[in-house]
Antibody
Framework: QMQLQESGPGLVKPSETLSLTCSVSRYSIFGDNYWNWIRQSPGEELEWIGSVYHSGRTYYNASLNSRATIEIDTSKSEFSLKLTSVTAADTAVYYC??????????????WGQGILVTVSS | QSALTQEASVSGTVGQRVTLSCTGNRNNFGSYPVGWYQQISHGPPKAVMYGSSLPSGIPARFSVSKSGTTVSLTISGLQPDDEANYYCSTWDSSLGAWVFGGGTKLTVL
């Protein structure tokens, strides 16, 4: 069964860049899956950040005003998130998730455990 | 404010049937299926339904129905382990983004 594991700093200073990595195991990163980042604020709202395909094609949530960059490293079976100019509003649990399923009926079929990132000086 | 609207809380007793609703608009419920995710005690969400399909390992006590721009998740034979937050989600074609509801806290009395 696919496993996803987030890693990265749990504390980031305001105005700096948040950097996280998701390792994919027990599944080929070349599968017909999009690899996503989703975050959950302390108020428990879920927010989709963006996704990447193994080809490198990316999609982003426009609400983040181009602050997010998602990249994939197929040689390491990893994908990453960089979020620039962070503020306290970016404090959240960050999940990586696989988007699978058939075309036209896709869903988030596997999630990492999540990593809490706090933005504070 | 969430793009999809869910009840804040729903409760039921063991064995009962409960229904959770998720209301969207034509941009997000027009043609793309809705997924439902169960989140227990701040763990990661887990899919319990996508479109009208059950992911592997999810019991048939979970079912969905749709009326206009509202999709409903019904849980029959409620079990204590069903107590969780439930989120609906779909692709919003006008936003070009996945969107989520605010979540419903299901309490099993």
């Amino acid at each position: 069964q696919m496993q996803l594991q987030e890693s990265g700093p749990g504390l980031v200073k305001p105005s700096e860049t948040l950097s996280l990595t998701c390792s994919v195991s027990r599944y080929s990163i070349f599968g017909d899956n999009y690899w996503n980042w989703i975050r959950q604020s302390p108020g428990e709202e879920l927010e989709w950040i963006g996704s990447v395909y193994h080809s490198g094609r990316t999609y982003y949530n426009a609400s983040l005003n181009s602050r997010a960059t998602i990249e994939i490293d197929t040689s390491k079976s990893e994908f990453s998130l960089k979020l620039t100019s962070v503020t306290a509003a970016d404090t959240a649990v960050y999940y990586c998730a696989s988007e699978g399923g058939r075309s036209g009926n896709r869903y988030f079929d596997s999630w990492g455990q999540g990593i809490l990132v706090t933005v504070s000086s | 404010q969430s793009a999809l609207t869910q009840e804040a809380s729903v409760s039921g007793t063991v064995g009962q049937r409960v229904t959770l609703s998720c209301t969207g608009n034509r941009n997000n419920f027009g043609s793309y299926p809705v997924g439902w995710y169960q989140q227990i005690s701040h763990g990661p969400p887990k899919a319990v339904m996508y479109g009208s399909s059950l992911p592997s390992g999810i019991p048939a006590r979970f079912s969905v129905s749709k009326s206009g721009t509202t999709v409903s998740l019904t849980i029959s034979g409620l079990q204590p382990d069903d107590e969780a937050n439930y989120y609906c989600s779909t692709w919003d074609s006008s936003l070009g983004a996945w969107v989520f509801g605010g979540g419903t806290k299901l309490t099993v009395l």
